[in-house]
């Protein structure tokens, strides 16, 4: 070979070497690929603003519900405006409304930031929850906006109209999804808007960082993150998220990528030094009995990890098809499950089948890759499987991860689809808008739901049939609108259908606490109209079988001693002997109705002994004698 053939080779095998290098240190990420990206999609922002305030403006007029009272209206902190924001920020996030912190949930609950804007709203104006609905939709246009931004980041810009764009399709089919109704229409829910708001807005700042390499960038990066992770937990995720973002998207040197984990790592850690010296614990392992806060309290391992994986196929039906939607997911509208189970082991195959997937097409197609990722990577926070959440699924839970979805539809009608050739990309735009046509009818008739208790809950039973909680707070919202009612006709009906829901609560969970009450202060009611003490006292006993310690029995039980003492000597001890005593075993509570009964009736001689009785077993023989 000649010299000068030899050094052109040399010259050609280095531009090569030179040219895949920079390939290497090239993202395919867009940032600032153009100048002025928003005035250049200035009709995005037109379009998601009118789709948020279309959506949601009927919300406007809505008062506050469910979880409003704990974070707002019955909150001790948010009510004192800016003069509560430093206990907000230092104490347990439900303290300001129990008054002091209560351990109900194992990951505990420290998420100040979005009760300090309620705060700051109560300085502006007292108890507005009109203004706070309007704050709750601008920031869900926001975060519409966010999202279109990040998924032009990841997808390469193309020659189509801007409304047929991928990103575009996949943030309106993001902004219309139906899950997204209980976050924006309930107050509290401003939490995870505004999670996943810094969340996006942790990604962008990484972005910038890897193609501009300021430090400034990353500074930025760290406080959208810490800022996120105080508005809710669920932004922690983006630990994993960001990091694999950057490396499916922008092929730079690993050191770049395990810098932006190194700053993301030290806030997190720095996050929880701060969350631990507050409400003093990362994960509480001493986890309450009550199955309203702890679904799995009367599961075994198995069961429990059976179910939450069925919960984990019932999330990838409602991203898919968001039908029917209700926000009541405790027990047993989830069933306890068990492996042999066809729809958990169909779970079970499909996570499994998409993790493998994942993992193998992460430079083949990166962006169904990514999806898959960013799904199971959010969505396992709030899955119980990592820590429990204190109920079996929500639809907020995946307000976050249900971007995934949106993402892989349009992907798959205006890409993948098209690429085979059979149909078009305008027909993949018709059925994208199709889609967005259905999941908007859907948002705009689920709204309606959250307009006040007695909507909410006439919408959570007639989904949510084997939930325990619906049909208890179904039944509480008929006796507080029977106790308004003058006509007696008219409040003996409201409370009959109460009682069929508090009925129906007890049959699901008979040791259910606020479903007790509701039976015994229903049946009161009913007693006080139609005088039959008999049926009133059958529900009494089964109150005070499955909760003796229900305080509204000892004051109601003292109001009957006079209206029927005999029936209610009898009364005393059907329920402190033959059931407490005899049948449950249940000593102390049936000691405290047996000495109810001997306070009512000192003479009577079967009380007295059976209060003996309950004394010898229990070893005081000095007081069991003072009954002989």
């Not at 003069?83 to 300001?96: A, P, R, V």
């Not at 047929?164 to 995870?192: C, Q, W």
């Amino acid at each position: 070979m000649s010299k000068k053939k030899k050094e052109k080779n040399n010259a050609s095998s280095s531009a090569k070497t030179n040219k895949s290098s920079l390939a290497r240190k090239t993202p395919k990420v867009s940032i600032y690929s153009s100048e002025g990206f928003w005035l250049k999609n200035k009709w995005v922002i037109a379009v998601f603003t009118v789709l948020g305030i279309g959506l949601y403006f009927q919300s406007i007029p809505y008062g506050y519900i469910l979880d409003d009272q704990i974070v707002i209206s019955d909150n001790e902190y948010t009510q004192e405006g800016l003069n509560g924001i430093w206990k907000i920020l230092t104490t347990e996030s439900f303290q300001g409304y129990f008054g002091k912190q209560r351990d109900l949930v194992q990951g505990g609950r420290y998420r100040p930031l979005s009760i300090v804007t309620f705060a700051i709203e109560q300085s502006i104006s007292k108890n507005n929850p009109a203004l706070q609905h309007i704050i709750n939709i601008l920031l869900y246009i926001l975060c519409g906006l966010l999202l279109f931004r990040i998924f032009s980041f990841l997808i390469p810009e193309d020659k189509s109209f801007w409304f047929m764009s991928i990103p575009f399709a996949a943030a309106t089919l993001y902004m219309v999804h139906p899950v997204h109704v209980e976050a924006i229409a309930n107050i509290k829910g401003r939490d995870e808007i505004m999670a996943f708001i810094f969340s996006l807005a942790t990604m962008y700042y990484s972005f910038k960082y890897i193609l501009q390499k300021k430090n400034s960038a990353l500074i930025l990066m760290a406080f959208v993150y810490y800022l996120g992770i105080l508005s809710k937990e669920n932004t922690l995720t983006f630990l994993g998220v960001v990091p694999m973002t950057l490396f499916l998207f922008t092929r730079m040197r690993n050191k770049d990528i395990l810098k932006v984990l190194g700053v993301l790592l030290t806030v997190t850690v720095l996050y929880l030094i701060q969350r631990y010296a507050i409400i003093g614990y990362l994960i509480n392992t001493n986890l309450p009995k009550d199955v309203m806060n702890n679904p799995f309290a009367e599961m075994n391992g198995s069961q429990k990890n059976a179910t939450v994986t069925f919960t984990l196929l019932k999330y990838l039906g409602l991203g898919f098809f968001p039908h029917p939607l209700t926000h009541d997911y405790y027990p047993y509208h989830i069933p306890k499950m068990e492996w042999s189970n066809i729809w958990v082991l169909s779970s079970l195959l499909i996570h499994i089948g998409l993790t493998t997937m994942s993992l193998l097409w992460i430079r083949k197609k990166p962006l169904i890759a990514w999806c898959i990722l960013f799904y199971i990577m959010t969505i396992s926070i709030v899955s119980n499987a990592i820590f429990n959440v204190g109920t079996f699924m929500n639809e907020r839970f995946i307000f976050i991860s249900s971007a995934a979805f949106c993402v892989f539809l349009a992907h798959l009608f205006l890409n993948i689809i098209p690429s085979k050739g059979w149909f078009s990309k305008k027909i993949g735009m018709g059925i994208i808008g199709l889609i967005v046509l259905l999941f908007a009818i859907k948002t705009i008739t689920r709204v309606p739901a959250w307009e006040n208790a007695m909507t909410l809950n006439r919408s959570a039973v007639k989904v949510s049939k084997n939930s325990a909680r619906a049909n208890s707070f179904m039944a509480t919202a008929l006796y507080k609108e029977a106790l308004n009612i003058s006509d007696n006709t008219a409040r003996k009906s409201n409370l009959l259908e109460a009682q069929q829901y508090s009925d129906k609560a007890l049959t699901i969970l008979p040791n259910y606490g606020n479903a007790n009450l509701m039976a015994a202060g229903i049946a009161a009611e009913i007693f006080k109209i139609d005088k039959d003490i008999d049926k009133l006292i059958a529900t009494f006993i089964t109150v005070g079988t499955n909760r003796p310690q229900l305080e509204f029995l000892k004051e109601f039980s003292t109001y009957l001693n006079d209206v029927n003492p005999a029936k209610m000597t009898d009364f005393y001890y059907e329920l402190g002997h033959n059931v407490l005593f005899q049948q449950k075993k249940n000593y102390k509570w049936a000691q405290h109705i047996l000495l109810l009964g001997n306070t009512h009736d000192p003479s009577n001689v079967k009380i007295k002994q059976s209060i003996s009785k309950i004394y010898r077993m229990m070893g005081d023989e000095n007081a069991a004698r003072k009954y002989e």
